[in-house]
């Protein structure tokens, strides 16, 4: 899906476009301070174009959306299934990880802006918590048994690590100006990736080792 | 500073009522949707008093979110002082954090608030970044650095554990509604605060025994 997002030879030029110009123009002035018409301009199309394709911002809000989480939820699937044959826990934490960042690099935007607005409180934000969240959480969980597999772990220290992990992989994405302007790194760097993998391999070895206190 | 803000009976009774009913009204319908009539209004107070004590809505913005900092730095510098004296750095970082998180519950709503202005790419997000989170780095840097004594760790991965102990003491009240929805857990609440400090307990112990990989 989210092809049609950062693709714009896919025929639907216009519709790309005003995907394109929403995004920009979301992030800069917030979904609240950004009109149809001016995501319209920006895009060069008839304003009537963007009720046409989305049924005005609210559709145009839960496209971006679910275009975010089907695309995120398929590299998660996509990722779990290539790796379920590894034969170290710690490896298929760390390959996961490495797509899920990839994808958010490639539609950086995209990711921001979804990840920033899943901070509010409000109906569609939580029914995308009951839906593809909830979803999330259960793709972790299978990972995460295998990986405390056969340790006497209480349920609530499995779910602050899948969180904990979860964390690792969103927050490049919900602050990356935080790690620009205090850490001077570059979230949406290829570099970036590599090198935060190589820290996500760390925690997750001393996850897997048996490191981690049993209570 | 937080004073003002979560105790009306400080003597400036319309000052905290304009603070109070601005978090309230900026939690729900977001900054830019939120007038400064309608702040008024629902403080009962005259509108010409907002710009005199906040001199406008950007200053009662500057306002709250100073006043966070302000708070959340004096709790970090407090704790790493009562702490100092711990024989185990795992110890102070656990008590810093349970500071800091005890912080963030007692001014739920503002931390709330200013966490989620931090995620936008702003003048005064910049600034505040380049003061207050720059000297939160510097703060924790010199925990890291007695964590970390002796081990040959490079500075990208003392920098990587710092960011994710930050991350971990910020995402409940960043996410909180993330962490209600898909794990039913409540950030607000005293025993939130006591499990999410034993598994940061966990990652503290990890941490400084060594399991870290050294590259």
């Known amino acids: 899906m989210p092809t049609k997002v950062a693709n714009p030879a896919s025929g639907k030029k216009s519709k790309d476009a005003v995907v394109h110009s929403a995004l920009k123009l979301f992030n800069m002035g917030g979904y609240d301070g950004t009109s149809v018409r001016a995501i319209a301009t920006d895009a060069g199309v008839n304003i009537a174009l963007v009720s046409y394709y989305f049924g005005g911002k609210q559709g145009l809000l ?7 989480f089907e695309g995120y939820l398929a590299s998660l699937e996509d990722a779990q299934h290539e790796t379920a044959r590894q034969a ?31 901070t509010l409180d409000n109906q569609l934000v939580r029914e995308l918590m009951s839906s593809y ?35 690792m992989v969103i927050m490049p994405f919900l602050q990356p100006q935080y790690l620009r302007k205090v850490f001077f790194m570059q979230p949406s760097e290829p570099s970036f990736c590599t090198q935060y993998v190589r820290y996500i391999r760390d925690w997750a070895d001393q996850v897997t080792k048996g490191c981690q206190k049993q209570k």
């Not at 826990?89 to 920033?116: G, K, N, T, W």
Request: net charge positive.
């Open 133 to 167: 969240l909830m979803k999330e959480k259960f793709l972790l969980e299978r990972v995460f048994k295998k990986v405390f597999d056969g340790r006497n772990l209480n349920p609530v220290q499995i779910e602050f690590a899948i969180i904990q992990y979860r964390d």
């Open 62 to 68: 839960e496209y971006l959306m679910a275009s975010f």
């Open 88 to 118: 170290s826990a710690a490896d298929q934490l760390v390959m996961i990880a490495e797509q899920l960042i990839r994808y958010q690099q490639r539609y950086f935007y995209l990711s921001r802006f979804v990840h920033r607005e899943m």
